[in-house]
């Protein structure tokens, strides 16, 4: 399976903005679906995930404020982000598994290219 994230841009602090990532290849209504950030000079972190049966899970830092879902008619997952901060700064990854849905980037076997998110302060 192909993924491709978008929906990213530059944002002022508080500011809203939806990822969207489009799979091809294959229809994703069986994979567990992730989202994953890498900001400048720091490791790629866990950001939310959404199973094939629409249970999700984000991180501490985005809790209340991000939210995952999926259009499995679409073969996309997306992820709104509202009440932006400049600490959300990284480029945002989405990524596919068979297997369990965890917060481990190893456990995702597909991942597209990411989408730039800068928050201005």
């Known amino acids: 399976v192909q993924l491709q994230a978008s929906g990213g841009g530059l944002v002022q602090t508080g500011g809203s903005l939806r990822l969207s990532c489009l799979a091809s290849g294959r229809a994703i209504g069986n994979y567990n679906m992730a989202w994953f950030r890498q900001a400048p000079g720091r490791e790629r972190e866990f950001v939310s995930t959404?199973?094939?049966?629409?249970?999700?899970n984000v991180a501490d830092s985005v809790k209340g404020r991000f939210t995952a879902s999926r259009d499995n008619g679409k073969n996309s997952v997306y992820l709104q982000m509202n009440s932006l901060k400049p600490e959300d700064t990284a480029v945002y990854y989405c990524?596919?598994?068979?297997?369990?849905?965890?917060?481990?980037?190893?456990?995702?076997?597909?991942w597209g290219r990411g989408t730039q998110v800068t928050v201005s302060s």
């Open positions: 990524a596919a598994t068979l297997g369990l849905a965890t917060m481990r980037d190893k456990s995702y076997s597909w």
């Open positions: 959404i199973t094939w049966n629409d249970v999700t």
